[in-house]
Structure formats: structure tokens, C-alpha cells
């Protein structure tokens, strides 16, 4: 199983961006799919996640300007940050708990990180 993260790059404060992460491989189910970001000398934080189901949960810190959304059947999640500030610059990670294999186990995965940074 692979994630693949894109959309990352360079804004204005009050700017959008949106990010894409698509899982690939063989995956029976993918009950929960999110965003974490790390600034630089930060610890790694979520930003948001998603069930299969919808349900959404935010951090405080992004709650009403960031929306999580998924493809259920593309495997892929998005993040649409709008009202961007300074300190949202980051490296974006996405994670997915995919349940996947003969025995349908349970693991996380990572993308590779994509870079979000946003001036003043």
C-alpha cells in the first residue's frame, strides 16, 4: 500500500490550496484517513481525519477554515485550506489505517509529505 500526497506549495495569508492523497495497492477498507502537518522544530500534529462513514474530526486550530473531504472509491482524501496564515506553513502528511492482505490486517500508512508554506 502506497500514499500518494499532492497540491502542496507557496500562498499569501488569506490564500487557498488544496491537497490530494490517493491510496493505492491492495486494500480491502480504509476506515479512517487524515492530515497531519510539522512545522519546522514542531512535534508532528492532526489536522483533521475522516471515517469512511464521513464522520470528520478537526483541530481547533484549523476548525472553519480547513475542510477534510474523501473518495470513497478512488481512495483518496482531500484537504481544502482556505484562510491560510503564517503559521499553517508545514509539512502536510496524510495517513490512512487501511485494512488490507490475506488476513485483513490493520496498519497505518504515510505519504510522503508535501510542503504548505504560507508568508505574510
Known amino acids: 500500500v502506497q500514499l500518494q500526497a499532492s497540491g502542496g506549495g507557496s500562498v499569501q495569508a488569506g490564500g487557498s490550496l488544496r491537497l490530494s492523497c490517493a491510496a493505492s495497492g491492495t486494500i480491502f477498507s480504509i476506515p479512517v484517513m487524515g492530515w497531519y502537518r510539522q512545522a519546522p522544530g514542531k512535534q508532528r500534529e492532526l489536522v483533521a481525519t475522516?471515517?469512511?462513514?464521513?464522520?470528520?474530526n478537526y483541530a481547533d486550530s484549523v476548525k472553519g477554515r480547513f475542510t477534510i473531504s474523501r473518495d470513497n472509491a478512488k481512495n483518496t482524501v482531500y484537504l481544502q485550506m482556505n484562510s491560510l496564515k503564517p503559521e499553517d506553513t508545514a509539512v502536510y502528511y496524510c495517513n490512512a489505517a487501511v485494512i488490507s492482505g490475506r488476513w485483513l490486517e490493520g496498519r497505518d500508512y504515510w505519504g510522503q509529505g508535501t510542503l504548505v508554506t504560507v508568508s505574510s
Open positions: 475522516i471515517t469512511s462513514g464521513a464522520r470528520t
